[in-house]
């Protein structure tokens, strides 16, 4: 009867207690809002000064321009000799304008809630038992510090494979990699090399891409079935099965799309295909003038998203990294640098970004990675490091780059940011 008489207040107080979490979650979440809130308004007034800055420059060569101009018309209309002997062309002074700046908005990439999770991280009631255990969300601040390229990027650690042929890698939020080269397996490694997993291809030839979705679950294609599939909990699934046209590469966005790369049965064709699970959503191809983007065979390209939505595209065929917007309009095209030590054909083949945008592209011929900025400008060569026939890049949460060595076999681990 006491038990009885306690029941309805023991449950009110579960639930007020429930309520008041839920108020402090609501705190704390504002108090993050709030600090992103201030950084972006502190990121908006370097903007404007940043802007600011360049148009004065500008408006202060165009105001000499014109006191120029009004001089010269003075010296035309005197009958004076002497002034048109003493004058002196200022025109090689102003064609040295400044350089246009072109300064890109930050970008906000938001996760999707997952309800369930959510869930089961606020949900710790044991049932008809006065033991609860409670767990709080960890909040971290964003990172919002600008990485720095090193003068001379250092070599972390050396992953051995044992790839003959080695074409791919990925990383995991756990800071372990996938790996795949030109046979049916596809291996798991941890930094320290040790091997956690293999997955076994039941088809003899080896997965053309890999990649991992935003869950955590592994993703290849499959060449001889022409499909993309996922690894969850241990079983196999087909994502994807094209008809007509064979997927080569692929990759995860940051709002969980797939981006694919396909090429047509004949060679003659390639297009990046935006996949929202197993829906189309969007297809490239051609550019404004209705010219292909890309050259005809896309197991030779890989493919990766940039932090403000660009696809960047290494086109092994064309010799160029090929970068349209989020809507698919062409921005650049990258054909290389000059170098007197880098003078074999630039061929790119893996691709990559950091948290800055940039891009890094994997330059097999000159044993090297090219280093861009989001606007196709060369910024430094990754030469060091005793690379070999680098081919596949990732880089992982921490900006650190993994580098395949096609031959060797090895994953190369590099810190190229300070």
């Known amino acids: 009867e006491n038990q009885l008489a306690n029941l309805d207040g023991g449950y009110e107080k579960l639930t007020t207690t429930m309520s008041k979490q839920g108020e402090q979650w609501h705190k704390e979440i504002d108090i993050v809002i709030n600090k992103m809130k201030t950084e972006i308004s502190e990121i908006k007034v370097k903007h404007r000064d940043i802007l600011q800055k360049h148009l004065d420059e500008i408006k202060q060569i165009q105001s000499l321009i014109k006191q120029t101009l009004l001089a010269i018309k003075e010296i035309k209309k005197s009958s004076e000799v002497s002034p048109t002997i003493e004058y002196s062309s200022r025109i090689r002074e102003f064609s040295n304008i400044p350089p246009k700046v072109q300064v890109s908005l930050p970008t906000f990439r938001p996760k999707s809630i997952n309800r369930e999770k959510l869930y089961s991280l606020f949900e710790q009631i044991t049932p008809l038992s006065t033991a609860t255990e409670e767990k709080y969300l960890s909040l971290s601040k964003p990172k919002t510090s600008v990485g720095v390229l090193l003068d001379k990027p250092e070599l972390v650690t050396t992953i051995q494979t044992g790839y003959e042929k080695l074409r791919n890698v990925t990383c995991l939020n756990d800071g372990s990699i996938w790996t795949s080269g030109e046979t049916n397996d596809i291996k798991c490694f ?53 008809l007509g046209w064979t997927p080569g590469n692929l990759c995860v966005t940051s709002t969980g799309d797939l981006l694919v790369i396909m090429f047509s049965k004949d060679y003659t064709q390639s297009k990046v295909v935006r996949y929202s699970g197993s829906t189309e959503k969007q297809r490239i191809q051609f550019d404004d003038e209705a010219k292909p983007l890309y050259s005809g065979n896309a197991r030779l390209k890989c493919i990766r998203e940039n932090r403000n939505h660009d696809i960047c595209v290494a086109d092994w065929a064309a010799g160029a990294v090929v970068v349209v917007n989020q809507d698919g309009k062409l921005r650049w095209r990258y054909t290389g640098h000059l170098s007197i030590t880098k003078n074999k054909p630039f061929k790119p083949y893996g ?24 606007n196709g400008q060369f910024l430094r060569f ?18 650190y780059l993994f580098v395949c060595e096609y031959y060797k076999g090895n994953v190369k681990k590099i810190k190229f940011l300070k």
């Not at 990649?211 to 001889?224: E, K, Q, S, T």
């Open 190 to 242: 941890n930094i320290k090399g040790s091997l956690l997993q293999t997955i076994q291809k039941k088809s003899g030839k080896y997965p053309y891409d890999i990649a991992v979705d935003n869950d955590g679950d592994l993703l290849y294609i499959n060449g001889a079935t022409g499909t993309v599939n996922e690894v969850k909990n241990g079983q196999t699934e087909k994502l994807i099965r094209l």
């Open 382 to 399: 990754i030469d060091n490091c005793d690379l070999e026939a680098p081919l596949g890049l990732c880089v992982d949460n921490n900006d």
């Open 351 to 374: 691709i990559t970004t950091d948290s800055q945008s940039r891009i890094l592209t994997a330059d097999r011929n000159n044993h090297c990675i090219h280093i861009l900025d989001q």
